[in-house]
């Protein structure tokens, strides 16, 4: 089921299963993806990474995840584009902004208990019901009904990271994270974002550690290094190019940063990669 607007809005939903999973792997510009996984062992490579989803568990993805399927029951998919609903414009209304979406490295999932799940279960009838509708109010009711899934959905989030109480210092977590995401090329040590934010690179530690979260300074080296990861893996770029393209003086520096969570020099990994997919081939 889809909706298309007259200025370009998009809203897709859609039962996914094996037969039609392609979907996933369809670029749509400036869309955002919501995946609800209605089976359990469903197996997806996301960024080059093998992970494994179960029943009524719900993931956030942006046009910028590269998605590969290994193995899929059934999933319930919704993706709709900025002109149909813009997080970023609408932020004070549905605070997912550097949490389910655009929050550095982070792949959000979320897990429904027995309550929440009936909540969902009834968002996702009134969509169903919705799409079928053919009137001047189509658009608005899908767009309330969005942001109550995405609200919904950044409140256990919230919840399940064990974010600040305090709204003030959750939207500081959230800020953070955007800006690693937008800056982490440019921009590589806690004390640059802490002046962006106003805040002492103390404070920000401080935060993370008591929310149990890995340090701010990880998360942009978590960035840094999925995105080392897509060039290696999804591009032509040489190591060179990438060095440059991430903010590292030399190739030595870059080779360095990724031994060090990887455990192979940059050319290995990109090697391992593409001996991956002739052997898959």
Request: net charge negative; glycine share 4%.
């Given at each position: 089921m889809k909706f298309t607007g007259t200025t370009n809005e998009y809203l897709h939903l859609e039962e996914i299963t094996s037969n039609n999973c392609k979907i996933l792997k369809e670029v749509v510009e400036s869309s955002l993806t919501v995946l609800w996984f209605q089976s359990n062992q469903n197996e997806l490579k996301i960024d080059g990474i093998k992970y494994s989803f179960d029943k009524n568990q719900i993931l956030y993805l942006t046009e910028f995840h590269k998605?590969?399927?290994?193995?899929?029951?059934?999933?319930?998919?919704l993706r709709f584009n900025r002109p149909f609903y813009c997080i970023l414009d609408h932020d004070v209304e549905v605070s997912c902004k550097g949490a389910?979406?655009?929050?550095?490295?982070r792949l959000p999932l979320i897990t429904l208990d027995t309550k929440e799940l009936e909540k969902f279960e009834t968002?996702?009838?009134?969509?169903?019901?919705?799409?079928?509708?053919?009137?001047?109010?189509?658009?608005?009711?899908?767009?309330?009904?969005l942001k109550r899934y995405l609200i919904l959905g950044t409140r256990i989030y919230k919840q399940q990271e064990k974010y600040p109480k305090d709204e003030s210092l959750s939207d500081l977590v959230r800020e953070f994270n955007f800006l690693v995401?937008?800056?982490?090329?440019?921009?590589?040590?806690?004390?640059?974002y802490?002046?962006?934010l106003h805040k002492s690179p103390k404070t920000?530690?401080?935060?993370?550690?008591?929310?149990?979260?890995?340090?701010?300074?990880?998360?942009?080296h978590d960035r840094k290094?999925?995105?080392?990861?897509?060039?290696?893996?999804?591009?032509?770029?040489?190591?060179?190019?990438?060095?440059?393209?991430?903010?590292f003086s030399d190739i030595q520096?870059?080779?360095?940063?990724?031994?060090?969570?990887?455990?192979?020099?940059?050319?290995e990994f990109k090697e391992k990669h593409l001996l991956g997919k002739i052997a898959n081939s």
């Open positions: 998605i590969e399927v290994l193995s899929i029951g059934e999933i319930r998919f389910l979406f655009f929050g550095a490295s968002l996702w009838r009134m969509f169903e019901i919705e799409m079928d509708a053919n009137d001047s109010l189509q658009i608005d009711m899908l767009q309330m009904m995401e937008a800056h982490f090329k440019e921009k590589h040590t806690v004390a640059e802490a002046e962006l920000l530690a401080n935060i993370f550690s008591k929310m149990g979260a890995k340090s701010p300074l990880r998360f942009i290094l999925l995105e080392a990861r897509r060039l290696l893996i999804y591009t032509d770029y040489s190591i060179k190019e990438i060095t440059f393209e991430l903010g520096s870059f080779s360095r940063f990724f031994k060090k969570y990887e455990t192979v020099s940059p050319s």
